[in-house]
């Protein structure tokens, strides 16, 4: 009969060391996953021309190593174990399959993101509680930013930035005359067409505007809607141009679809640089 002084059970002392130990491990290793995936993310952005994303992610890096500041950066340290690590050596066919180019891999490094910030909160929530609501409110405000940085990635149409000719056609003609002006254009190269007509009311840019759709569906053409984006949305236009007293490159996103794209009309270089600030797609 074994001598109940002598069994191996440990003192609560023992278990939060231990505990300890494994939490700075899990916390020094996500720590380190969120920050390759931010670092990632800043990258596509910055290389893609698109600094107020990219400013966005080197934002968030920054507040993530704030709010992580104050934990014990020896603990942290002292518990890593790269080589150690049973998960670096499991891993999935997926894991390397980036076939879509920079929206996959943007994809793949904001859901590692999101999963380890979300990891972070819960074992801060033991070891560091003051600092885990802090996590939760950048887990939260990253959603937000992959969401427009992937469709800032899928509005990067080789389409778009290959481009050379873009017509201007009014609706001031009868409906069989427009359907003939715009098959011609079409056909004769243009890449895109913009609906601009200040005269039309709504119902008849609508309709032109389908038309024009409809007559090019077949053809690598786009079609652009000047100023309006109640039409843009009824007719499922390619996107919308605005100016630069119009509705701006922001509030037009809020009415199309995602894949649309959004021109701005541009004077000087200030607005030059500011079309870019506001990632417009293009300028005109």
């Known amino acids: 009969m074994s001598n109940p002084s002598q069994d191996p059970t440990p003192d609560s002392e023992t278990i939060s060391l231990a505990e300890s130990s494994v939490a700075h491990r899990i916390m020094d290793a996500n720590l380190n996953r969120a920050s390759e995936a931010l670092r990632t993310l800043e990258d596509l952005m910055r290389f893609r021309d698109h600094p107020t994303a990219q400013f966005e992610f080197k934002r968030l890096r920054h507040q993530l190593a704030t709010a992580t500041q104050p934990w014990n950066q020896i603990a942290l340290l002292t518990a890593r174990d790269a080589d150690g690590d049973v998960g670096q050596h499991q891993k999935t066919k997926t894991e390397m399959d980036r076939a879509s180019g920079f929206v996959s891999i943007a994809h793949a490094a904001a859901n590692r993101l999101q999963q ?19 996590i939760e409110s950048l887990r939260y405000r990253s959603y937000d930013i992959h969401a427009r940085a992937i469709l800032r990635l899928q509005r990067d149409s080789v389409f778009l930035q290959n481009a050379k000719l873009y017509v201007l056609v009014d609706c001031q003609l009868e409906r069989q005359t427009f359907i003939d002006r715009i098959r011609s254009i079409a056909e004769g190269g243009v890449d895109l067409i913009q609906i601009r007509d200040k005269r039309c009311d709504a119902l008849q840019l609508i309709d032109y505007t389908t038309i024009a759709r409809e007559v090019t569906s077949s053809l690598p053409v786009r079609i652009i809607v000047n100023d309006r984006a109640d039409v843009a949305v009824v007719a499922k236009a390619h996107g919308l141009h605005v100016g630069q007293t119009d509705l701006t490159v922001h509030h037009a996103r809020k009415f199309l679809a995602n894949d649309a794209w959004v021109g701005l009309s541009t004077h000087d270089l200030d607005q030059v640089e500011h079309a870019i600030q506001v990632d417009a797609d293009y300028v005109g």
Request: net charge negative.
């Open 116 to 134: 380890s910030l979300r990891c972070l909160e819960e074992v801060a929530k033991f070891q560091y509680p003051d600092s885990a609501r802090e």
